[in-house]
């Protein structure tokens, strides 16, 4: 079975504060996604990363950033944390050919900022 | 904007009864997918279907497409209480953008 884990299911940290969640994945995949779910919005795409050292923006990157060092691992950085980004945060991979596939999800890390 | 919207928003049935929602879209796609989530956890892939696919069954969900309505539907048949979770589509679109769009979900809560 195909295995995503999130470092922290909950987070709490103050404004300012600069903040890392990590993504991993068992599967080789190339695709890897961050996204954040807020009530009555759905899921809305940060960042997504196709290939190590690869990303690419989704559609609210602001107060993010990203890393892709290795294939398995893809961390998720608010530079200087705000309260506006408490929020739970999901980090998905698929295979080769994303949007094609299934996504794989984590459980989520749930983030308030204070 | 958001390119899948579920309907309705929230949905509660008794255990045995079938549940139908539904999802419309905006723009051209691959193939559509739905995920299940219980609460406060991540997301499980359901089934995908392609534009080329009128109709899929996987067990007791059954799920249509008709493109030219850009809308779906996720049946679950003879529903039980463990069915209990939001449902959410995902589009991927034809213009080859690698990521999934995500609607707003459905609640569906089955009464024991």
């Known amino acids: 079975d195909v295995k995503v884990t999130q470092s922290s299911r909950y987070l709490v940290k103050r404004t300012g504060e600069k903040v890392f969640l990590e993504c991993v994945q068992d599967?080789?995949?190339?695709?890897m996604f961050w996204y954040r779910q807020d009530p009555g919005l759905g899921l809305r795409l940060i960042y997504f990363?196709?290939?190590?050292?690869?990303?690419e923006k989704g559609d609210i990157p602001e107060g993010y950033s990203v890393s892709r060092e290795k294939k398995e691992r893809f961390s998720l950085i608010l530079e200087s944390a705000s309260t506006n980004q408490t929020s739970m945060y999901l980090c998905?991979?698929?295979?080769?050919?994303?949007?094609?596939?299934?996504?794989?999800f984590g459980p989520g890390t749930r983030l308030t900022v204070l | 904007s958001q390119q899948g919207e579920e309907d309705p928003q929230a949905l509660s049935i008794q255990e045995g009864e079938n549940a139908t929602m539904n999802c419309s879209y905006k723009?051209?796609?691959?193939?559509l997918q739905w995920y299940r989530q219980n609460s406060g956890r991540g997301l499980v892939h359901l089934i995908l279907?392609?534009?080329?696919?009128r109709e899929k069954h996987s067990g007791r969900l059954r799920v249509t497409l008709d493109t030219s309505k850009k809308s779906s539907s996720l049946l679950i048949t003879a529903s039980r209480a463990a069915d209990t979770a939001s449902y959410f589509c995902?589009?991927?679109?034809?213009?080859?953008?690698?990521?999934?769009?995500f609607g707003s979900g459905t609640r569906l809560q089955v009464q024991p």
């Open positions: 990363s196709y290939d190590v050292k690869m990303k």
């Open positions: 599967m080789d995949h190339e695709n």
């Open positions: 723009t051209s796609i691959n193939n």
């Open positions: 995902a589009t991927a679109l034809d213009t080859g953008r690698r990521a999934l769009t």
């Open positions: 998905a991979s698929s295979f080769f050919r994303a949007g094609r596939s299934a996504q794989y």
């Open positions: 279907i392609r534009s080329n696919e």
